[in-house]
């Protein structure tokens, strides 16, 4: 069965770190585009970032473009979003997803999505 777990979220003040992570069971993460996505309350679900199958390609949304780094560790089947420098604006729960293709900063064509990690920024 396909299967993506997030963790790696949690509080943490204004200008602190965290690192997300979502682990795939069932299937190769190299073999997906992995796009980050959030959700705020109230709002609708947003793109955060997206790495190619490759690896080779990585992109993200202005919005954390400088502070948020995307990764892949293929021999653990997992990839990674390192936040930094985080912001009350980026409260929400972030959801990994496998899709075919990066567009930009989004994974498109989703076929797999996590359950989510609530991350919440504040002082």
């Known amino acids: 069965q396909l299967q993506l777990v997030e963790s790696g979220g949690g509080f943490v003040q204004p200008g602190g770190s965290l690192r997300l992570t979502c682990s795939a069971s069932?299937?190769?993460?190299?073999?997906?585009?992995i796009g980050w996505f959030r959700q705020a309350p109230g709002k609708e679900r947003e793109g955060v970032s997206c790495?190619?199958?490759?690896?080779?390609?990585?992109n993200y949304a202005d919005s954390v473009k400088g502070r948020f780094t995307i990764s892949r560790d293929t021999p653990k089947n997992t990839v990674y979003l390192q936040m930094n420098s985080l912001k009350p604006e980026d409260t929400a729960v972030y959801y990994c997803a496998a899709g075919y293709y990066c567009s930009g900063h989004v994974s498109k064509a989703v076929r797999n999505w996590g359950q989510g990690t609530q991350v919440t920024v504040s002082s």
């Open positions: 790495i190619s199958g490759s690896g080779g390609s990585t």
């Open positions: 069932g299937f190769t993460l190299n073999s997906a585009a």
